[in-house]
């Protein structure tokens, strides 16, 4: 076990072969450790199960199994049922990118939510097929540029707007459903801890950017993230049942080119006359997204300025470490 | 591992930090705040220990470089404040009236100061110091020397102590039982004073009762001499004496209403130069009712941005101050010659200045001839200026002794009581490398290295500038202020960015990817042997701590 | 105690009996009364499981992985398309060594879509690394059910139950139950060491490159292999608890004859029929069955056919555009034994057409007559109503 931290598990740890600045991987970390060790994780193929376990090489921590790319939903409802007739009670937490959740994906999430297994389904959303080198996925926004999606004297870069999935799992009226990213991170702590206290299907989906597809500089991930949130293109939103119970607001809204002029994937949007009417396109679908879920003027005081303050000693930590020397079952015997 | 076995291996044996190209480098800095204090506080980490409300640690901290912290948050001209990145974010942090805060604290609890060792192997030799002048040179000199066990005595002239600090400035500015205060603290450390005593060997303007002590004496009794004299002799208009009672120095009228004495004033009076000194005079006399023009040979703030020399020189804070209490000033004007009508003085004659400073860099204003304009007034005060009084000395400083070493207005620094408690810091620290042979172990910091480009302002919330009350005092319409308490200080510490210096808030170790950030007890270190150089840390980093550098690949 | 029992009721007494902790159902014809008894079992309480009624196919044979990798027994059944659908998870099961078992009641596949028995589903995914069993009657597949948890979770190495659809699924037999606490100490506790739990973290199904792919497969094989003796040890072991034994092989008349039929499923009780009405007749012929037909059972095959001088297969699937699956593996393990032996490769029963006595006897005419001009021949075709040649 590498137990080089004290304070977090490294649930996922060092020598993944991630892109350097992987927001995923980054992600996962997170979710991870605000989880611990004591779950069972069901990796579907993508990104982050590629890199986590390249070459006979495993990046886990904890107990952890490759289901294949559609099915990650259901092998953890497997898991779960298992468990379940042992009485035993252990979080069975899935870890699927866009593309074994949205598209190839969505026929065993929505069994897996719709028989109600007490499983949390989080979704690393990087927006395209990323693994198999960029191919769009039906997370994909509006015009961006993949290799399936490429601009081109006829091509706008994809044609059709980003699937509202946070909708269609919110539709199964399922207990939580909510969108996090990493650039705030007591945001998410609190929603995966509100997840796991939740008996039933959970999903998270949290925008992950990726250096290397968005074609952004890899140190710029956190701030990627941040804008895409500001400009209410990402609304962080939780719905309980169907319905929307909480979002944060914004306590500013940015403009769109402050977001797309970082990436590399709407740079065609740039250069010409066509580009600007998909810009001024992109800022309607961020004003739309801003009214539909009242981000400026929800009332709340959760907002993106209250969330990104940090402090002396840090807002929020992850799950106490066992000491070194003793094993995890002494530990738990201990309390 | 057998090929043949089922279980995989960890990828910690992968060690992705070759993939490198850059960097991360962890290292604090030192704040533009603490670069431009004189006396080199080291600001960022009291108002550290002040915004987790540990109160006596913040001022011990501070006074660590600057022993009078209830007089500097009062008369500093803080620079610090001007150079704070948090203006970039919404507007600097109070230092200077946490400073204040801290040192009325300290006061009100009777907090001692504490020696830093007590000689206890006699590390000090018994060697003995004499410092001349309790200015603020001189008392920072003596209290560094003190808090390290030398024994020090402190001779001045005057019938209190504080130099300047008591003569020159007003008690609406500065409260003399405040000053007092400070000083007998200093001198609980086992500093000897002794007031209405001049060092010298010829006669000068000595006031009466007086103890003299000779030059020679000085040399044999101590082992060395810290010389804080100030600069304590005013220039004067056109070299002539000032022989009638309608024209005065600054420092001399100064002086005089300090010490109490009951001035009888015209209703009008015209105030010539633009140091803090012109103004001192100007607001001291409007709350003595009279109307105050003030003309001054420079440009107002901020009509030289490239060349604040051309500029007055009082500071931005005491111009506005003194503008709004209704003082008139008069800019890029000098006065050509008195006027009288007999004995009476009735005015002055001032022209439009041209250069302010001839070719030689020296203060020596043109006049241009034609823009003569009168200005009524029946006592003109001059502050154009102060020169050091050498007289009686010459025996230490001719002969370049080893031993005598000057700070503080003295040595030519700049005329504020911050750098004279930095140069006396300074002296004491060369004085101790003289007297032991031992260069003392101190920090220096150079220049600043974190400038509001390395942070991410991000992660700071906007907040109000906790401000003391800068509004009106009731019914006078005079400018006062009124201290933080312990609420609005600990708001007003929090705003402090901490430039450079890692306040430990995790987002560097949340964020990297790669699990090479390891959190320990108290810092954070890199593991590169995993790190792949992405640099996310040093971009979210909100104090700039952590820096990306360029590997270069033989 | 002897029961009429429809074949889907048998082998779903048969999983009762297991005790498996995790059930994953998708209806497809001709399993689906396999997985309404376990409904109805689980709905009365008289199996204690979690009965999951998945989303598809596909979902079903992934929460089996899950649930056999968490350390539960688990169970599920499918055929024809459903059994396709599944294809990619039966291949990881097998990859990550997961003891898991399932039935699949054979049935033709699409296009054109037809819901009655043949082998093409089941032969299909021969290559995906699970046992593959063959079974003939009812009281056969109620009884592998048991000794198929037993090789798999000997094996480590899934088990594929296969069962002729509409032929037993919905045929009722007589069979003799079986008695719980005999399979209870027949069968033991299902553990798993590399189960996926907090007290000893495993990662299952980690990437694999150029450099050790083919170890692992090598191991698997090498597995597969070792595992015909398991198969053999479980229906020995049945034997001694149970009294009807079973093996690699189920042979009829085959020692020292002439001609041996080899065929598998339940086209060996009319295969039975023939051989009786022609040994009546004076014909040496006998024939054996392909009980276990992953691991391909050379050995015991060859052994039982030297003394031969003609096999005729007869399966129910075979590959497009090459020949007959049973056929083209017997001829080559022959010619790897150096055995010089004709082989004629018949393809019947396809889309559920029946296989009857006078089909089988004229192709044991033609047999005697030389080997047939094609590669293969296909059992009772209608020349006129097919593209015209073969």
Redesign the interface.
């Known amino acids: 076990m ?1 137990r ?5 598990h ?1 649930i ?7 892109c ?4 995923e ?2 992600a996962s ?2 979710v991870t450790d605000l989880i611990g ?4 994780y ?1 990796g579907a193929t993508g990104c982050l ?2 890199f ?20 990650a939903a ?13 009485g035993k009670k ?1 979080p069975v937490v899935v870890q699927a990118g866009d593309g074994g959740t949205f598209d190839i994906g969505l ?2 999430l ?2 897996m939510i ?2 109600g297994h007490n499983v949390l389904f989080v979704c690393y959303d990087n927006e395209a097929y990323m693994n198999t080198g960029v191919q769009r996925s039906g997370s994909t926004p509006h015009a961006v540029r993949t290799s399936t999606s490429p601009p081109g004297r006829v091509s706008e870069g994809k044609h059709h707007v980003k699937k509202d999935l946070i909708s269609i799992i919110a539709a199964h009226h399922m207990p939580y459903a909510a969108t996090a990213t ?1 650039a705030y ?1 007591p945001d998410l702590k609190a929603k995966v801890e509100k997840a796991l206290s939740i008996d039933g299907p959970k999903f998270l989906q949290i925008l992950s950017p990726c ?1 290397l597809g968005w074609n952004h ?7 990627v993230s ?1 804008l895409a949130v500001e400009t209410g293109l990402f609304p962080l939103v939780e719905l309980e049942h169907g319905e929307v119970s909480r979002v944060m607001r914004l306590s500013t809204q940015k403009p769109v080119e402050d977001y797309l002029k970082l990436q590399g994937r709407f740079l065609h949007l740039f250069n010409d006359k066509q580009g600007k009417t998909q810009i001024r396109h992109i800022q309607a679908l961020a004003d739309t997204r801003i009214r539909r879920y009242g981000l400026l003027d929800a009332d709340t005081n959760w907002t993106s ?2 969330a ?8 929020g ?1 992850y799950l106490p470490v066992v000491p070194a020397g003793m094993s ?2 002494n530990a738990k015997a201990q309390g | ?1 057998s090929k043949l076995s089922i279980d ?9 930090g070759s ?1 490198r190209t850059q960097t991360p480098v962890m290292k604090n800095k030192w704040p533009p705040c603490g670069q431009t204090c004189p006396a080199s506080e080291d600001i960022q980490a009291w108002l ?1 220990l002040a ?2 409300s540990q109160w006596q640690a913040a001022w011990r901290k501070l006074t660590a470089r600057n022993p009078l912290p209830a007089v500097m948050g009062r008369v500093c001209y803080h620079p610090c404040e001007s150079a704070c990145n948090r203006k970039h974010l919404d507007s600097a942090v109070n230092i200077h009236a946490m400073e204040y805060f801290l040192g009325e604290m300290a006061l009100a609890n009777g907090w001692q100061h504490q020696k830093l060792n007590d000689n206890e192997n006699n590390a000090t030799g018994g060697k003995k110091i004499a410092v001349v002048g309790a200015g603020p040179a001189g008392l920072s000199c003596a209290y560094q020397l003190a808090l390290r066990g030398y024994a020090v005595t402190i001779f001045d002239a005057a019938e209190e102590a504080g130099g300047t600090l008591w003569s020159g400035i007003p008690e609406y500015r500065l409260p003399k039982n405040i000053l007092k205060q400070e000083i007998e603290a200093i001198l609980k450390l086992g500093v000897t004073l002794v007031l209405n005593c001049t060092i010298g060997d010829i006669h000068g303007n000595a006031p009466h009762p007086h103890k003299r002590i000779s030059t020679e004496s000085l040399i044999t009794d101590y082992d060395a001499i810290f010389l804080g004299i100030g600069a304590l002799k005013p220039r004067l208009f056109q070299n002539s004496q000032y022989t009638d009672q309608h024209v005065l120095t600054g420092m001399d009228f100064l002086r005089r209403v300090n010490q109490g004495e009951e001035l009888s004033l015209p209703k009008r009076v015209a105030v010539i130069g633009g140091g803090n000194t012109a103004i001192d005079v100007a607001r001291c006399l409007r709350r003595l009712d009279c109307d105050v023009t003030v003309v001054c040979a420079q440009d107002p703030h901020g009509a030289h941005l490239a060349h604040p020399g051309a500029e007055i020189p009082a500071s931005e804070l005491e111009v506005t101050q003194a503008q709004r209490e209704g003082v008139e000033i008069i800019y890029r004007t000098a006065v050509s010659r008195l006027v009288y009508s007999g004995k009476h003085l009735n005015g002055v004659e001032t022209c439009r200045v041209d250069k302010i400073h001839d070719r030689h860099g020296n203060f020596n204003p043109v006049l241009f001839e034609g823009t003569e304009t009168f200005i009524a007034a029946n006592l003109v005060i001059f502050a154009i200026g102060q020169e050091v009084d050498w007289c009686g000395l010459e025996r230490l400083i001719d002969s370049g002794l080893s031993k005598v070493f000057i700070g503080g207005d003295a040595a030519g620094n700049p005329r504020f009581a911050a750098t004279a408690i930095g140069s006396g810091f300074e002296n004491a620290m060369s004085i101790i490398d003289y007297l032991s042979g031992q260069k003392p172990y101190f920090d220096t910091h150079k220049k600043a290295e974190v400038t509001y480009k390395n942070l991410n302002l ?5 907040s109000h500038r906790q401000t003391e009350n800068a509004g009106e005092k009731e019914n006078s319409g005079f400018v006062d202020t009124i201290s933080l308490n312990e609420s609005t200080a600990c708001k007003e510490a929090l705003r402090c960015l901490s430039c450079g210096v890692c ?5 560097c ?8 950030i ?3 007890a108290d810092n954070y270190t890199i ?1 590169y ?2 790190c ?5 840390c ?3 980093c ?1 104090c700039g701590y952590i820096d ?1 550098h360029t590997v270069l690949h033989e | 105690m002897r029961k009429l029992l429809e074949g889907s009721r048998a082998v779903a007494e048969a999983v009762r009996l297991c005790e498996p ?2 059930i ?1 159902a998708y209806p497809i014809t001709p399993q689906t009364h396999i997985i309404e008894h376990l409904a109805q079992f689980v709905a009365d309480a008289e199996l ?3 009965f ?5 196919e ?3 044979i ?11 027994r ?1 169970f599920t059944a499918s055929a024809s398309q459903g059994l396709l659908l599944m294809t ?2 039966l291949f ?1 099961i097998a990859g ?1 060594r997961l003891p898991v078992v399932m039935v699949c009641a054979n049935r033709a596949v699409s296009a054109p879509i037809n819901i009655f028995c043949d082998h093409q589903d089941s032969m299909s995914v021969r290559d995906a690394g699970w046992i593959q069993l063959y079974v003939e009657t009812n009281q056969e597949a109620m009884d592998s059910i048991v000794q198929a948890y037993y090789i798999a979770e000997h094996c480590e190495l899934p088990v594929m139950l296969c069962m002729d659809g509409f032929l037993l699924t919905h045929t009722f037999e007589p069979v003799e139950l079986l008695d719980q606490d005999t399979v209870k100490s027949y069968l033991p506790t299902f553990t798993f060491n590399r189960m ?14 150029p ?2 792919y083919l170890e692992y497969r090598y191991a698997q094989h090498q597995a597969m292999d070792k595992s015909a003796t398991i198969v053999t040890a479980a229906g020995d072991k049945f034997a001694a608890a149970f009294g009807r034994s079973y093996g690699l092989l189920d042979c009829y008349f085959s020692q020292d004859v002439e001609t041996v039929f080899v065929t598998l499923g339940s086209a060996m009780g009319v295969v039975r029929d023939v051989v009786d009405t022609l040994r009546a007749q004076g014909e040496s012929v006998g024939a054996v069955r392909l009980r276990c037909f992953r691991p391909f059972p050379a050995e015991a095959l060859l052994a039982k056919l030297e003394k031969s001088c003609r096999v005729i297969v007869l399966e129910k699937a075979f590959s497009c555009g090459a020949s007959g699956i049973v056929a083209t593996e017997l001829r080559a393990a022959l010619q790897l034994a150096g055995v010089s032996l004709l082989v004629h490769g018949y393809i019947c029963g396809l889309g559920g057409r029946d296989l009857t006595c006078k089909v089988v006897e004229n192709i044991y005419q033609q047999s005697l007559a030389g080997p047939i001009a094609q590669r293969h021949g296909f059992a009772g075709i209608n020349v006129t109503s097919s593209e015209g040649g073969g």
């Open positions: 590498d080089r931290d004290r304070f977090r490294n996922l740890t060092s020598g993944h072969s991630a350097s600045g992987c927001g991987a980054m970390r997170m060790p004591d779950a069972i069901i199960q590629v986590s376990s390249h070459n006979q090489r495993s990046a886990w921590q904890a107990p952890w199994m490759h289901s294949v790319f559609s099915n259901a092998v953890a409802a497997g898991v779960e049922a298992s468990l379940q007739a042992r252990i026929q065993c929505s069994g719709e028989r990493v991170f250096p500089d890899a140190a710029l991930s956190v701030q941040r300025a209250s990104s303050i940090v402090q002396r000693g840090g807002r930590t995890d079952h | 591992m995989p291996g960890s990828s910690v044996t992968n060690l992705t993939w550290a915004s987790e991000s992660y700071y919330a906007q306040f430990y808030c995790d987002n170790w949340h964020f990297c990817p790669d699990a090479a390891i959190k320990q593991d042997d995993f792949k150089g992405c640099g996310i040093a971009q979210e909100p990306m | 902790q995790v994953a204690h499981a979690e999951i009624n998945a989303e598809s596909f979902g079903a992934s929460i089996v992985q899950g649930a056999v990798a968490a350390g539960s688990a990619e998870v990881n990550m996926l739990s907090p007290d000893q973290p495993h990662t299952l199904g980690a990437g694999s490159e450099e050790n």
